[in-house]
């Protein structure tokens, strides 16, 4: 029997520059899996998704950030892109919802560039993750350990790479949310 997530998944992304086949992708290991996945981004309207550096599809935000509520959420999730958690993490709002997770020990999902936003909340420090190869050193500075794999599993967080590892990424989430 498949993995079931019971409950609402909060989707945190800057309003634009997302890779959209990190959204999409677990966006819908998500929904297959029964969750209710929120998109949620500092400001409402759409967000803006990317392919690599190419203006993809937009989609509409659920929710401001400095309006969700981290209790109402059993986990997180964070794509990628370049721009994405670039912006996102000079969000006060956005890296305080962030935090807020890591505090209460509920489960988060990143992927790609999306443990920038990560290292803004302060919350990787003595853990092992891994990321899209140039933000190891950013890792290893704020006090963490790189890894290069598909997957990694540290306590309550998984990271991957690069949209090569969306089957891996949704997989492990889907499994770590389940027991949320």
Not at 103 to 125: F, N, Q, S, Y
Request: glycine share 8%; aromatic share 6%.
């Amino acid at each position: 029997m498949a993995d079931r997530i019971t409950g609402k998944v909060a989707v945190v992304v800057a309003n634009e520059g997302i890779e959209q086949v990190e959204l999409t992708e677990s966006w819908k290991a998500l929904e297959d899996a029964g969750a209710q996945p929120t998109l949620i981004a500092p400001s409402g309207g759409q967000a803006q998704a990317m392919n690599h550096f190419d203006k993809a599809d937009t989609f509409p935000v659920d929710l401001p950030v400095a309006d969700a509520d981290p209790d109402e959420y059993i986990g997180l999730m964070l794509p990628g892109g370049v721009g994405n958690p670039d912006i996102l993490r000079m969000d006060a709002d956005a890296v305080a919802f962030v935090r807020a997770f890591f505090d209460a020990g509920k489960p988060v999902a990143a992927i790609c560039h999306a443990p920038w936003t990560l290292i803004e909340a302060d919350v990787v420090r003595g853990r092992t993750l891994t990321s899209w190869p140039s933000l190891q050193t950013d890792i290893r500075n704020a006090g963490a350990t790189w890894v290069d794999e598909e997957v990694h599993h540290d306590g309550n967080l998984i990271t991957s790479r690069k949209p090569d590892d969306l089957p891996a990424f949704c997989e492990t989430m889907v499994e770590l949310f389940a027991k949320a």
